[in-house]
């Protein structure tokens, strides 16, 4: 069998194709962030354009490296919510178009259900066929901080999630507040790499509600350290990203230890772009007494393998998406 996936929720153009077994034979990406430089953030009206002019390129691509046609295809799946609804379209409507021309069925994807999948990409660091449920998946990306209980495959359960900004949000906008350009995980992570984390205590969140998340509070207390404190900036400025990002980590992992805790799970995933922060990896792996998967290289952020993989689950449960599939701006799991 054959899956092409496609991924245009956001900023990124991709399409991958994977095997029966969850196998990828190829990932593409179209990345936009370099056209975003003098805009502090994505400009959804530009995104759907560029994924306009870019999508077939990039399916064209998928296809060539997998050393596959159109013809090959036996599966599409395409994310059709939640993102920008422009962005959204772009991908849909080509899905549409190429399974109704070649006759192939075609599954409609939930993005976030999608990052829960990309453990299982060529089964690392799961096995799709034998992994232990329940699992409590933390999704927490630019635009998601959320705890997932999930029974089994495909079953999910929303436990908890951010009452305000995402994490991804607090530390893009942290990011941009000492002048980095979107995205600011990876900035803040690799000039931080080097501080000292214990230099400023940023406050870490005490909310009632266990399962709930909060990072306005962390933000806002950054942004206004960054203000009060320019000379700093100067000397300490590794310790300062050290520190914040080590009041971020520190929130998302006690938190959901906790949960997983009182949730008696056999094992935590966690998903989206900020799973490939290292401090977060280091904490997790150091702290919990029970199993804690990360995806692999280059498939916590988002791509098509992983919309890909979660189709062929729903395909394999019988569910097929029709012609009249459309984007879908808002979705939850
Ligand atoms: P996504 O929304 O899943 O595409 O992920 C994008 C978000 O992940 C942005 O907020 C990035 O700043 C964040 N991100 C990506 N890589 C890292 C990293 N290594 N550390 C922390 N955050 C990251
Ligand atoms: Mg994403």
Known sequence: MNILGIE??????????????????????????QFYKDYG?????IA???????IGYVIEEALKSANRTLNDLNLIAVTYGPGLIGSLLIGVEAAKAISFAKEIPLIGVNHLEGH????FINNKPLNIERVEFPLLILIVSGGHTE?????????????????DDAAGEALDKFARALGFEYPGGP???????KGDPSFFHFPRLSLKNPYEFSFSGLKTAGIYYLKKHEKELKTHLPDICASFED????????????AAKALKVKGIGIVGGVSANKRLRKKFKTRSKIPVYFPQKG?????AAMIAINGLMHYKNGERSNLLLDAVSRLNL
């Open 116 to 119: 829960i999948y990309s453990l």
């Open 247 to 258: 009041a971020l980590t520190d929130i998302l992992v006690n938190r959901t230890l906790k």
């Open 299 to 303: 498939f916590s952020t988002d791509n």
């Open 41 to 45: 953030g994505i400009v959804p009206e």
């Open 147 to 163: 705890l997932v209980l999930m029974e089994e495959h495909i079953r999910y359960k929303l436990i908890g999630e951010t009452r």
């Open 48 to 54: 759907s354009r560029k994924h306009a002019e870019l």
């Open 8 to 33: 245009t929720s956001c900023d990124d153009t991709a399409a991958a194709i994977i095997n029966e077994k969850g196998e990828v034979l190829s990932n593409v990406l179209s990345s936009q962030t």
């Open 187 to 193: 900035v803040i992570q690799k000039i931080g790499e």
